[in-house]
Structure formats: structure tokens, C-alpha cells
């Protein structure tokens, strides 16, 4: 089966003027087709997110008009916006809507159902993409608009903005993109109030900005985030609020949304393989979003001088929002409006700065976590997950059912390059259940198609392996395939293990069942409420590639060597003392990692050759 949702990398899209207009033309004949006698604009099949999609379809519509002064495009404009402002903007409060702190303020918001108090929870983010449809109608509204209208569109847009900031708590659902995203409505909204209310509402906005999303903004890898829905990133949600940064930057000019914006790009490089595959977040631990994330991506691509845009998109939202019969649907209408506009191309080539929580080259790549355990391994192809075993989830020795990957002290790291080889050295100070501190030293190193991953610790009680990961996926063709097949040999016996047990504890990677799905079925709320990384916690097993330590290592020391990669021929490192460290001898390359004492400031010494 392949995933649902991982597709083509977004830079392959293309992105020419001639390709966009080719785009809103396609909208331009829907919409005319569809809209109804009363000028409704939405997708017949809509139901929840509904609010402003509609006026989405109408920004759209506006900016073909911008581009091409097609004849029909005015009259639909009006037409479909007096549809918007006639039935689409509510007054009264939605019956259940539990995050309102004025009653009855009589200030405007949309629905994300139409229907009073069937989904209320939804109504702030439905608000907040209005006010961004209605915004960038006003940004066309010359020409198109006439001034009894626009005036009271402009009415209506700042009555959302503060029934955002006024009536409601500021973003409830603790969603980085939603909050965000009203943060940039506020600023586009903003130039178009008179002085000084108009300077008067930009500086609110970066005040809220500053006050209830900076300040609250996570760590993870390093790396300071905006929280979405509870926790640090999320892998569809996450590129979404960097689009959003990536607006701000480019409506206000002001540098906090820039260096935020950098932060998260870095971040994002960082945790991402090179073939564009994601997985965990609070939210979706799969899911993808496409054309809501190209701007971001592209904006900050060029910025921090990285290929972000090999992430890989949803190519049935490849343009913009598509019910399941792919007619289109308004929502999200801005991001195209937003790309469309803004003139950055994509960054293609790979940065070669080297990253704390990523080793990356050719078609290699490790991702790691904030414990500079891996999170995600690629090599061939094929992506290996943190396997579990006893509740313990990562990659590393096992002795007596205890996974030695969680640090009990600083974390040391080391990256090398030498003669096309990049390579990076980690070293943890670990407590094993006997209570003895030993040293995990773990050598990857890559030649850009093969990754050859050593692990030296201090000799271990009983029959130690190592935990080497779950294979879980595969690149087929545009698409990425499930898989349960390793590419990988080892220096010792290698094999693939699978949970006896079909409870949903155990992960099976041979059946045909999603890591968000096996996460969500553990989560404590229901899918698309709940978080599936803290479901997946709960893993007691899962598929595992295990390998038994090598042969010919210094008697003091179990060390570990697997290879992953293209190649099935024998693999047959060496190990021998070299003064106080460890020479690792392959047939692609000699290592020689230090002992655990490091250098004079205690850092991790490594010296590589091909």
C-alpha cells in the first residue's frame, strides 16, 4: 500500500506566471459554472470548514481578474461577495461555543458548520481564514468593488479581527498556524484602516504576536517553535505556519517574523530527509499539506539557502483545495493567492553547513532527536522509524530489555568531512538498569548512497544487540510505499523480528496499517483530536532489525556495526585499539573515534579517510 498522503517533493511543481494563470483559469470556469442564482460559490459536497470558502473562491476570481481582465470576472465578484456578507458572516453567538469571553458582543465570525452549535470548537480558525479571504479581496477591491461594498466588507473584516481578539480567548486550540495566520490578517487589515487606527492595529497585532505566540513558543533539537495543537512541530501543520511567517515578513517587513521564520526553516531542514519524507506531530503524524506550504517553504528556502522544497507534498491539494471528485474548494484560498504574488523561487541545492540534529548526503540521510538518538534513517530509499521494544522506542544497545539510548548527562557530537565522505559522532553518558555509567559512542558515516553506523560502549552484561530500527517505508517512483523489508546487512547476524501479538500495542510492519493510524488507535482522544506521538508512546513492540555485536572488537568494548544500502555483499569492518580510542576499518573507509574522555574541553575526537 502506498501512504496516503506523502507524495512528490513541492519544488517540482511548477511555478511560472504561465502555470498560475493556467490555475486560475481552471477556478475561473468551476466557479462560473457553479455558482449558484444566489452567488454561492461553495463545493456542493462542504460541510465542515465552510464558513469562508466561498469568499476564498471570490479572492480567487478577484486575482484572475487582476491578471487577465476577463469580461465575465467583475459581475461574479460582486455577485459572490454580497453571497458572503448577506449569508456567510454571523452576528449571533453559536450555541456550545465554549472559548467566547464577551456574550452577545454582536461582532462578526464565521462557521466552520453552518449549522448552530452542531461544531462550534471550530468557529476561531474559520474566523481567522475569513478574515484572510476578505483581506485579500480588499487587496483587489479596485476596479472590481464598488465603494458601498467595499466599505462594508472592510466593516466586516475588522469586526472579525475583534471578535479574534476581543470576544474570544486568543487561540484557543493552541494551533501555531491559526494563531499566526490571525496575526497576519491582522497586519494585512491594518493597511487598509486610516490613520491612526490603521498604525494603531499593526502594532497590535505584533504585540499579540510577541505576548501569546513567541513567548510561548516550545524547544525541540535546539530549536524554538511555535507550539501547534499542544507540542513543539507537526508535520502538516508545521510548513503551514512557516507560509504564515513567511507573509508576515513580506506584508509588515518586521525581522521577528524573519528570524522565527529562519528558525523553523532550519528546523524543519534539519528533521527532514533528503527524499522529503516526515513523520510525528501532535496533530497528524503523517499527514501532509501541499500548496498551503509552498510559500513558506519557498520564501525561506532562498533565505536560509536550503533545498526545503523536497518536502513532500499532497499532490491532490498539489494547487489548491479539492473535494474527493477534485472540484475546487475555497479553503486555504489565500496561500494560493499569497504564492501566486510573491516572487521568490525554490532554493534547490542542499545546504553544507552542517546540522546538530541532521547528517545528510546524496541520497543519505539521519534525522535526530533532541537526545541525538535518530528519529528517521534513510538510506536506499527505504526509511527506518525508532523501533520499540519494552516500551522503549529509539536505536541503540539492548541488554537484558533495556534500550541504552536515553542520556544521563551532556550529549557530545562531532561532524567531520574528508575526501567525499561526511560523517558525524555522537557520544551519550547512559545508566543501564545495573546502574552502571558507560558510554555509548555511535559512528555514522555516509558516502552519499550507503550509511555505516558503529556503536562502541563499554562491554555489557548478558546477550546485548543492537535495536537498528523499524523499516517502515520505501520511495516508489512519485509515491512512498509501506514496507517491512530492511536494506541492510551487518557485520554480525542481522535479523528482522515482528510482535507476536496483533493487540494494537504491537506494531506489525507487514500489515497494512499507517504509523498515524497505529498511533491514533492508542492516542486518549479521537482521531484528528488527539496525539498521535503520545499514542505511539505507548508501542510496546514493534517490527525490529537487530543486530549481534561483532566479532574481533577489543575485549573490553561490544561494538555494533550495520550498513544500510543499496549493496548485499559481505560486510566485514574492523576493530582495533588505536592508543586510547577505537580504529574502525571498512571497505569504503578508516575511523578513529576517541576515547570517552575527548579532547581537553571533553569534546568527542574523530579522525576520517577514505
Same mark, same amino acid.
Given at each position: 500500500m502506498h501512504l496516503p498522503h506523502q507524495r512528490g517533493p513541492l519544488h517540482d511543481l511548477p511555478d511560472t506566471p504561465e502555470a498560475y494563470d493556467a490555475v486560475l483559469a481552471d477556478v475561473t470556469e468551476q466557479a462560473l459554472a457553479r455558482m449558484t442564482p444566489e452567488g454561492n460559490l461553495e463545493h456542493p459536497d462542504c460541510v465542515d470548514d465552510i464558513g469562508d470558502t466561498s469568499l476564498g473562491i471570490t479572492s480567487l476570481l478577484?486575482?484572475?481578474?487582476? +491578471?487577465?481582465?476577463?469580461?465575465?470576472? !467583475?459581475?461574479? *465578484?460582486?455577485?459572490? =461577495? %454580497?453571497?458572503?456578507?448577506?449569508? @456567510?458572516?454571523?452576528?449571533?453567538?453559536?450555541?456550545?461555543? !465554549?472559548?467566547?469571553?464577551?456574550?452577545?458582543?454582536?461582532? $462578526?465570525?464565521? +462557521?466552520?458548520?453552518?449549522?448552530?452549535? #452542531?461544531?462550534?470548537?471550530?468557529?476561531?480558525?474559520?474566523?481567522?481564514?475569513?478574515?484572510?479571504?476578505?483581506?485579500?479581496?480588499?487587496?483587489?477591491?479596485?476596479? =472590481?468593488?464598488?465603494?458601498?461594498? @467595499? #466599505?462594508?466588507?472592510?466593516?466586516?473584516?475588522?469586526?472579525? &479581527?475583534? &471578535?479574534?481578539?476581543? %470576544?474570544?480567548?486568543?487561540?484557543?486550540?493552541?494551533?501555531?498556524?491559526? #494563531?499566526?495566520g490571525c496575526?497576519?490578517?491582522?497586519?494585512?487589515?491594518?493597511?487598509?484602516?486610516?490613520?491612526?487606527?490603521?498604525?494603531?492595529?499593526?502594532?497590535?497585532?505584533?504585540?499579540?504576536?510577541?505576548?501569546?505566540?513567541?513567548?510561548?513558543?516550545?524547544?525541540? +533539537?535546539? /530549536?524554538?517553535?511555535? !507550539?501547534?495543537h499542544g507540542g513543539a512541530y507537526d508535520n502538516n501543520y508545521g510548513p503551514i505556519s512557516l507560509s504564515f511567517l513567511a507573509q508576515a515578513h513580506r506584508v509588515s517587513g518586521e525581522e521577528i517574523f524573519a528570524e522565527d521564520g529562519d528558525a523553523l526553516a532550519r528546523y524543519l531542514d534539519a528533521r527532514l530527509t533528503n527524499g522529503g519524507f516526515d513523520n510525528g506531530g501532535p496533530r497528524y503524524s503523517e499527514q501532509h499539506s501541499a500548496f498551503e506550504s509552498v510559500l513558506g517553504l519557498r520564501y525561506?528556502?532562498?533565505?536560509?539557502?536550503?533545498?526545503?522544497?523536497?518536502?513532500?507534498?499532497?499532490?491532490?491539494?498539489? @494547487?489548491?483545495?479539492?473535494?474527493?471528485?477534485?472540484?475546487?474548494?475555497?479553503?486555504?484560498?489565500?496561500m494560493l493567492v499569497w504564492q501566486i504574488q510573491d516572487p521568490t523561487r525554490w532554493h534547490r541545492t542542499a545546504s553544507t553547513t552542517p546540522a546538530r540534529?541532521?547528517?545528510?548526503?546524496?541520497?543519505?540521510?539521519?534525522?535526530?532527536?533532541?537526545?541525538?538518538?535518530p528519529s528517521l534513517v534513510e538510506a536506499a530509499g527505504t526509511y527506518y522509524l525508532p523501533a520499540a521494544v519494552g516500551r522503549q522506542h529509539g536505536f541503540?544497545? *539492548?541488554?537484558?530489555?533495556?534500550?541504552?539510548?536515553?542520556?544521563?548527562?551532556?550529549?557530545?557530537?562531532?561532524?567531520?568531512?574528508?575526501?567525499?565522505?561526511? #560523517?558525524?559522532?555522537?557520544?551519550?553518558? *547512559?545508566?543501564?538498569?545495573?546502574?552502571? =555509567?558507560?558510554?555509548?559512542?555511535s559512528l555514522y558515516v555516509t558516502d552519499g548512497t550507503n550509511l555505516w553506523t558503529t556503536v562502541a560502549v563499554e562491554r555489557l552484561p548478558g546477550t546485548p544487540y543492537l535495536l537498528a530500527g523499524?523499516?517502515?517505508?520505501?520511495?516508489?517512483?512519485?509515491?512512498?510505499?509501506?514496507?517491512?523489508? $530492511?536494506? /541492510?546487512?551487518? /557485520?554480525?547476524?542481522?535479523?528482522?523480528?515482528?510482535?507476536?501479538?496483533?493487540?494494537?500495542?504491537?506494531?506489525?510492519?507487514?500489515?497494512?496499517?499507517t504509523q498515524e493510524q497505529a498511533a491514533f488507535a492508542l492516542a486518549a482522544d479521537p482521531?484528528?483530536?488527539?496525539? !498521535?506521538?503520545?499514542? &505511539?508512546?505507548?508501542?510496546?513492540?514493534?517490527?525490529?532489525?537487530?543486530?549481534? $555485536?561483532?566479532?574481533?572488537?577489543?575485549?573490553?568494548?561490544?561494538?555494533?556495526?550495520?550498513?544500510?544500502?543499496?549493496?548485499?555483499? /559481505?560486510?566485514?569492518?574492523?576493530?582495533?585499539?588505536?592508543?586510547?580510542g577505537l580504529r574502525i576499518r571498512t571497505e569504503a573507509f578508516t575511523a578513529v573515534i576517541g576515547d570517552t574522555a575527548g579532547d581537553a574541553v571533553g569534546e568527542p575526537e574523530l579522525t576520517l579517510s577514505a
Open positions: 478577484a486575482l484572475a481578474w487582476q +491578471r487577465g481582465k476577463d469580461p465575465r470576472l !467583475p459581475e461574479a *465578484v460582486r455577485h459572490s =461577495l %454580497a453571497f458572503h456578507l448577506d449569508e @456567510r458572516v454571523y452576528t449571533e453567538d453559536n450555541p456550545g461555543y !465554549p472559548n467566547l469571553r464577551v456574550r452577545d458582543s454582536g461582532l $462578526p465570525y464565521a +462557521r466552520y458548520t453552518l449549522a448552530a452549535g #452542531a461544531h462550534p470548537i471550530g468557529d476561531w480558525p474559520s474566523t481567522v481564514w475569513a478574515l484572510l479571504q476578505a483581506v485579500n479581496v480588499l487587496d483587489a477591491a479596485d476596479g =472590481l468593488v464598488d465603494d458601498v461594498q @467595499r #466599505a462594508r466588507l472592510l466593516d466586516v473584516a475588522h469586526g472579525y &479581527w475583534r &471578535w479574534l481578539t476581543e %470576544a474570544t480567548f486568543f487561540n484557543p486550540q493552541e494551533a501555531g498556524n491559526q #494563531a499566526i496575526i497576519v490578517g491582522g497586519l494585512m487589515l491594518a493597511r487598509h484602516l486610516p490613520s491612526p487606527d490603521g498604525e494603531w492595529l499593526r502594532r497590535q497585532a505584533i504585540q499579540l504576536y510577541e505576548d501569546k505566540i513567541r513567548a510561548h513558543r516550545v524547544r525541540d +533539537r535546539g /530549536a524554538l517553535l511555535p !507550539p501547534e525561506f528556502s532562498a533565505r536560509i539557502g536550503s533545498d526545503l522544497g523536497r518536502y513532500r507534498g499532497d499532490s491532490r491539494w498539489a @494547487r489548491h483545495a479539492c473535494k474527493a471528485d477534485g472540484g475546487v474548494d475555497g479553503h486555504f484560498a489565500w540534529h541532521q547528517l545528510r548526503a546524496g541520497t543519505v540521510s539521519v534525522a535526530f532527536d533532541s537526545r541525538m538518538t541503540g544497545p *539492548v541488554t537484558d530489555g533495556f534500550l541504552m539510548c536515553r542520556p544521563m548527562g551532556e550529549v557530545r557530537v562531532r561532524d567531520v568531512r574528508a575526501d567525499g565522505l561526511t #560523517a558525524k559522532l555522537v557520544t551519550k553518558p *547512559v545508566v543501564g538498569r545495573d546502574h552502571v =555509567l558507560r558510554h555509548v559512542r523499524l523499516p517502515y517505508a520505501t520511495d516508489d517512483g512519485e509515491r512512498v510505499r509501506r514496507t517491512a523489508e $530492511p536494506r /541492510a546487512t551487518a /557485520a554480525a547476524d542481522l535479523r528482522l523480528t515482528h510482535p507476536a501479538s496483533d493487540d494494537p500495542h504491537h506494531f506489525d510492519a507487514r500489515t497494512d496499517l482521531r484528528g483530536y488527539g496525539d !498521535p506521538d503520545e499514542g &505511539w508512546s505507548h508501542l510496546l513492540t514493534s517490527t525490529a532489525l537487530e543486530a549481534e $555485536p561483532a566479532s574481533g572488537a577489543p575485549e573490553d568494548l561490544h561494538v555494533f556495526a550495520v550498513r544500510y544500502g543499496p549493496g548485499d555483499d /559481505a560486510f566485514t569492518p574492523v576493530f582495533e585499539r588505536a592508543g586510547t
